[in-house]
């Protein structure tokens, strides 16, 4: 099977690392195909960076439907773009923010979530309201780790969002960590040692959880709001994007 793995930011070196974390945990038959958007921040870091990433999205998975993947993840930790992926394929569109919350509350009654910037908290916090794991999620803690530094992987890096989760673990009483960045995807199993608790990263449960979909034949609702978008012109630089590929206007 092929699973389109949408990097929302536009850091080729992000994308290509998050690929690399996708292909250690497919199955031998899935082939990873990582794209990145044509425009938009090279990371995403707040509300803004978010408008535009959401679109750099839809433009993607847009662009995907033509060769009709069989899953579809996002792997950005504030599910940019989700609803509108759903309404363009029918492929399962998983988001590694919703992936990883399902996953952590598998392994453990009560998670934490580690991210980068402060600033994004509030992201991870609305998402999970949205997702309704209020009662498990006990925790969201920034690090103040910019998304961009995680392509150097630096021991200092790991090293403090070693700290934090540990702190988060004790602070929340939880018994579950997770990466609140898909940048943070290599350094899962290296965390999950130094911690001695479950440690989830978005893109690899979502990678699973989307195997596990197609696998079992189902597919994206299209019985109200995720049926395709209604055919229209769109104007000015997203004049490209309008109009939907299963439309049969093309
Ligand atoms: C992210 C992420 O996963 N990729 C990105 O550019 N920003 N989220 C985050 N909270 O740092």
Not at 12 to 37: D, K
Not at 76 to 102: N, Q, T, Y
Not at 117 to 123: D, G, K, S
Not at 191 to 213: N, Q, Y
Request: proline share 6%; net charge negative.
């Amino acid at each position: 099977m092929k699973i389109l793995l949408v990097n929302p930011n536009t850091s080729a070196p992000m994308t290509a690392s998050i690929a690399t974390a996708a292909r250690e945990v497919a199955a031998a038959g899935t082939e990873i195909v990582p794209v990145q958007p044509s425009f938009g921040p090279l990371s995403i870091e707040g509300h803004y960076d978010e408008a535009f990433a959401a679109a750099g999205v839809a433009e993607q998975v847009r662009l995907a439907a033509a060769w009709r993947p069989d899953a579809v993840v996002v792997a950005c930790f504030g599910d940019p773009g989700l609803d509108a992926a759903r309404e363009v394929v029918e492929a399962p569109v998983l988001g590694i923010a919703e992936a990883a919350f399902h996953a952590a509350s598998f392994l453990a009654t009560g998670f934490s979530v580690v991210t980068t910037m402060t600033r994004t908290c509030v992201i991870a916090e609305r998402l999970v309201q949205r997702y309704g794991f209020e009662r498990q999620c006990r925790g969201i803690h920034g690090t103040d780790i910019p998304v961009l530094e995680l392509e150097h992987c630096a021991p200092a890096t790991v090293d403090a969002i070693e700290r934090a989760a540990a702190a988060a673990l004790e602070r929340d009483g939880s018994g579950a960590v997770v990466l609140g960045c898909a940048g943070m995807a290599p350094l899962c199993r290296a965390l999950e040692t130094r911690l001695g608790v479950p440690v989830v990263d978005g893109v690899a449960a979502a990678v699973k959880f989307a195997e596990g979909l197609a696998a079992l034949g189902l597919r994206t609702s299209k019985r109200g709001d995720y049926a395709a978008p209604l055919p229209k012109r769109y104007t000015g630089w997203a004049a490209a994007l309008g109009d939907s590929p299963s439309s049969g206007s093309e």
